[in-house]
């Protein structure tokens, strides 16, 4: 079965500083993987997409995420943290057995501190 | 501007009430989906729909019902028997299945009260 995994329920970061926020997926066949981030009581809002060329993909508001295809990976990076990139994240996998729906991931709480 | 728009954004519900959630989009989408959120929790699939006057059931679907009579539009009806209402209620919409990602609405709050 495909599946998608955070790890994390929460990470914390000192604003200024990098940040990643872990996803790991189980596919058949090549995945096409999402990151989207949720503010407080609001839809989610697309970030960036893989579906296949580089590994490191750029996306909005100076996020990126980098496919590894070795260790199933696609972590959402950003170099130097905001305040206001405090939010819920979500990665997903396309499901290619299943209608081609989303797989979600359970969410990241990212914290930022000033 | 094109996208989908959820109403109402607040929605209170009595015991043994239906109430009807409202999502519509321009966006000239095919598929539609209707996803619960429980406070801190992720997202499960109540119903979605990849054409007019057809639909499937997702992962919750107890309790809920739907129609998609209209390519823009695809209400969710809470109905009675569902006994834990109380939750944050997103629709998306997709170009196709997924390929390109979802978009989503800005949401509904039901509250039973």
């Known amino acids: 079965a495909q599946s998608v995994a955070q790890p994390e329920d929460q990470v914390n970061v000192a604003e200024g500083n990098p940040l990643t926020v872990k996803c790991t997926y189980s596919v058949s066949g090549n995945p096409y993987l999402f990151w989207y981030v949720q503010y407080p009581n609001r839809g989610l809002q697309f970030l960036l997409k893989?579906?296949?060329?580089d590994n490191l993909v750029k996306g909005s508001y100076g996020f990126e995420a980098e496919f590894n295809k070795s260790q199933t990976s696609f972590h959402l990076k950003k170099p130097s943290a905001l305040v206001s990139d405090s939010a819920l994240y979500f990665c997903?996998?396309?499901?290619?057995?299943?209608?081609?729906?989303?797989?979600w991931g359970a969410g990241t709480k990212l914290i930022i501190k000033p | 501007d094109g996208g989908i728009t959820q109403s109402p954004k607040y929605l209170f519900r009595k015991e043994g009430q239906n109430v009807t959630l409202s999502c519509e989009q321009n966006?000239?989408?095919?598929?539609m989906y209707w996803y619960r959120q429980d406070p801190g929790q992720g997202l499960r699939l109540i119903y979605y729909?990849?054409?007019?006057?057809?639909?499937q059931k997702g992962d919750i679907a107890e309790g809920y019902s739907v129609s998609r009579e209209k390519k823009e539009s695809f209400p969710l009806t809470v109905t009675s028997a569902q006994k834990n209402p109380t939750a944050f209620y997103l629709c998306a919409s997709s170009i196709d299945s997924g390929f390109y990602g979802y978009t989503f609405g800005s949401g509904t709050r039901l509250t039973v009260v």
């Open positions: 729909s990849q054409i007019v006057n057809d639909f």
């Open positions: 997903a996998v396309r499901d290619m057995d299943s209608n081609y729906q989303l797989i």
């Open positions: 966006l000239n989408h095919d598929a």
């Open positions: 893989y579906i296949t060329g």
